[in-house]
């Protein structure tokens, strides 16, 4: 086709490819968008050569704030409208788990906001570790709550209280004090405080949104992450109990999240573009080889070859190192991976 940049076609949304994005060092870093992110989305909006619209959800493992929250800022930040039907972060497939466990213990993210997200997933339930400091202060020796936390936290006699279930949404503001609160509840009687199990396998299970050991945000090298505070928790049990501790992590590279995250593509295009069948190709964008080219690569073996790896430069992993997992594609930034595809597809 012969086109002239001057007069772009009327943009066709596609229904051969897709794309979807991690956000935290491929769209933004630091909360502020990555130069090339807002020219990226464009592109996909019709703004190309081939005048052809590409359907785009987000796949993060970051969270912390309700999935419209999130979406109101994404969509302020990329200067586009961005709904929760494109939308998945680390926390939202745990939604499933609030009909087996009632009450939980919540860590994690600002203030009460990771409370209100449960709450919203309909966890009936919801404990934080201000609730068990209020309860009882001395829990943590080097952990005063601030007058605003302690208003907002909701103190009763936790010894009567069996927690079922530890739930990490978002990164821990106070290490010590969490890891002091969920080691308590791990060592405990089925999930009582004040209790001590004999044999420390009666406690809790503890479930991780994601599994990220290092993360890029706004230093130009990566911070430690959720899945730092796994490992430094399953070492403590270790070292505190002698024995081995089993958790869980939600997120990428889990495959079940990039299940969630097909349902959820399938449905989107479905009804924003009345598409009914599925894509020949995902391009997945992620700058985390351990997270998104390992998830992206290995449910491409499931999938039917549909998902399509492309690592950027801009994030996690730097460019003179090899990756851990290879992706079929390495590009400099969002807005090549986005050109990448569309040439490709011609
Ligand atoms: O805490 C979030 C971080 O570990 C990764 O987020 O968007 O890169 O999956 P993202
Ligand atoms: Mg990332």
């Not at 936790?158 to 279930?165: D, G, L, R, S, T």
């Not at 399953?234 to 495959?255: N, S």
Request: aromatic share 10%; hydrophobic share 35%.
């Amino acid at each position: 086709r012969s086109e002239s940049p001057s007069t772009p076609p009327e943009s066709q949304v596609t229904d051969r490819f897709a794309y979807a994005f991690d956000i935290d060092g491929v769209l933004i870093r630091g909360g502020k968008p990555i130069p090339e992110a807002i020219e990226a989305m464009k592109l996909l909006n019709g703004q190309n050569q081939y005048g052809v619209k590409v359907p785009y959800i987000f796949v993060t493992n970051g969270g912390g704030k309700t999935e419209q929250e999130r979406c109101r800022q994404l969509s302020d930040q990329l200067e586009i409208e961005v709904s929760p039907g494109q939308f998945i972060c680390g926390h939202t497939p745990m939604r499933e788990m609030a009909q087996k466990y009632s009450t939980v213990l919540v860590v994690g993210g600002e203030g009460e906001k990771c409370r209100h997200v449960a709450e919203g997933y309909g966890f009936k339930d919801v404990v934080t570790p201000g609730d068990i400091i209020k309860d009882n202060t001395d829990t943590t020796p080097f952990r005063k709550l601030t007058d605003e936390e302690w208003e907002n936290s909701r103190a009763r006699n936790f010894n009567k209280v069996e927690i079922e279930a530890i739930f990490v949404f978002a990164d821990s503001r106070d290490w010590a004090g969490d890891q002091q609160i969920i080691l308590d509840l791990l060592m405990s009687k089925k999930g009582r405080l004040g209790t001590r199990s004999e044999t420390f396998d009666e406690g809790p299970p503890v479930f991780f949104s994601h599994n990220d050991v290092i993360w890029s945000t706004s230093h130009e090298l990566s911070r430690i992450g959720m899945g730092a505070l796994r490992a430094s928790l399953e070492a403590m049990f270790k070292a505190v109990t002698g024995k081995e501790l089993k958790t869980t992590a939600f997120g990428k590279p889990q495959i079940g999240t990039f299940q969630f995250a097909t349902r959820l593509l399938q449905q989107w295009r479905k009804d924003t573009h009345g598409i009914d069948q599925p894509p020949d190709t995902v391009y997945f964008v992620g700058d985390t080889p351990e997270s998104d080219i390992r998830g992206t690569n290995e449910f491409n073996s499931h999938a039917e070859n549909t998902w399509f790896s492309i690592l950027v430069r801009t994030g996690v992993y730097k460019e003179g190192t090899k990756p851990k997992f290879t992706p079929k594609a390495t590009v400099n930034n969002v807005l090549e991976a986005v050109q990448y595809g569309l040439v490709r597809e011609q």
